[in-house]
Nanobody
Framework: QVQLVESGGGRVQTGGSLRLACSVS????????MGWFRQAPEKEREFVAA????????KYADSVKGRFTISRDNAKNTVYLQLDSLKPEDTAIYYC????????????????????WGQGTQVTVSS
């Protein structure tokens, strides 16, 4: 059984930084593409960032490009999301997700492509 556990959320002021981590267990981590999504109150879940199994393909939402950085450590079965220059509109629950059906070294931005999800971690940015 695949399990994803996020950590690192919290409350910061505008301009602050956080580092989210998602630890994966249950299957060989190096076979998954990994993604981060977020959901703000009364809004739909939206794509944030994704990284391919070997890290050769990385994608970001336009709203976070240049501020957030996704990375992975396959030896530690963990994917990270570095959040810098945070804004109040970044406030949301952040979810990591694993795409086990990925073909090749690709990363998807669509939530329906992801098979497994974590429970989420809250990020709150105050002005």
């Amino acid at each position: 059984q695949v399990q994803l556990v996020e950590s690192g959320g919290g409350r910061v002021q505008t301009g602050g930084s956080l580092r989210l981590a998602c630890s994966v267990s249950g299957r060989p981590f190096g076979l998954y593409a990994m993604g981060w999504f977020r959901q703000a109150p009364e809004k739909e879940r939206e794509f944030v960032a994704a990284i391919s199994p070997r890290g050769g393909s990385i994608k970001y939402a336009d709203s976070v490009k240049g501020r957030f950085t996704i990375s992975r450590d396959n030896a530690k079965n963990t994917v990270y999301l570095q959040l810098d220059s945070l804004k109040p509109e970044d406030t949301a629950i952040y979810y990591c997700a694993a795409d086990f059906a990925v073909i090749g070294d690709r990363a998807s931005t669509g939530p329906l492509n992801y098979d497994y999800w974590g429970q989420g971690t809250q990020v709150t940015v105050s002005s």
